[in-house]
């Protein structure tokens, strides 16, 4: 549901004399008709006629005045109104981030073998567009791990430029001792910047690392990609079929 200023905040009519004029008189008829009114021919009836003329005149210029300050009131009290709306409308966060793909690297490929209890490096390739408000920096990442409810820790490391994703350029259709070599590119992670601007997405790189766990257990964990900021935090939660399997892909370290 889209927040709204409350009632008389969002007013479509725009500002006219004839609108003014009927403003001022309807207030100026009721300042007339009112309280004062009262006090006035009060003091009319104890004062000979022509005093009661300059009762009553005066009476007129302070309703006039009144309702001239009350019409005025009014519309300041409704352009308050909307500027506390979109104040609080700036200071509200709203921002999206979604997971495109997972990359999992062992610590040590030292006598490692599938299944095998390890650390792990944790690639995490996401977007982030900031919605709200017009800039934000960026307090810190967060990676939870988890499965079956046992968590397993992740920390944020800011050294994604130190690696970089190789890939396969073409596969060949038969590999033969005479086929040469598959070609390689090499592309840089690029890691988020210390701020997001409103309106620009950023697919950028993240890099964390795990305590002991295994491979099965990173593939089945429920993994969310936690962004903070001064005003909140914003998620996304991955799905099984975001991590990189064996598609000719690999991260390493730049040597």
Known sequence: MENRPENGADSAESPTIMRFLQAIVGEWLTSMSGAASVVFTVIALLVSLRSAKLVFTTLAIVCAVTASYRVWAAERKALIRVQNFLMRAESTLKMKVQIWKLYLVPLS???????????????????????????????????????????????????????????????????????????????????????????????????????????????????????????????????????????????????
């Open 109 to 255: 490929y030292v006598n490692y073998k599938r299944g095998d209890i390890a650390r792990f490096h944790v690639f995490v390739f996401a977007q982030v567009e900031l919605k709200r408000p017009n800039r934000i920096s960026v307090s810190s990442c967060d990676l939870t791990l988890e499965r079956y409810g046992h968590p397993c820790n992740a920390v944020y490391r800011d050294d994604i430029s130190n690696w970089s994703l190789t890939k396969l350029s073409a596969s060949p259709i038969k590999l033969t001792p005479k086929s040469p070599p598959p070609k390689l590119d090499h592309f840089s992670l690029t890691a988020f910047g210390s701020s997001f601007q409103q309106g620009i997405p950023m697919d950028r790189w993240m890099h964390f690392t795990t305590d002991d766990t295994t491979e099965d257990d990173l593939h089945n964990s429920n993994i969310r990609l936690i962004v903070n900021t001064p005003l909140g935090s914003a998620y996304d939660e991955s799905e099984d079929d975001l991590w990189n399997y064996d598609n000719g892909e690999t991260i390493g370290k730049n040597s």
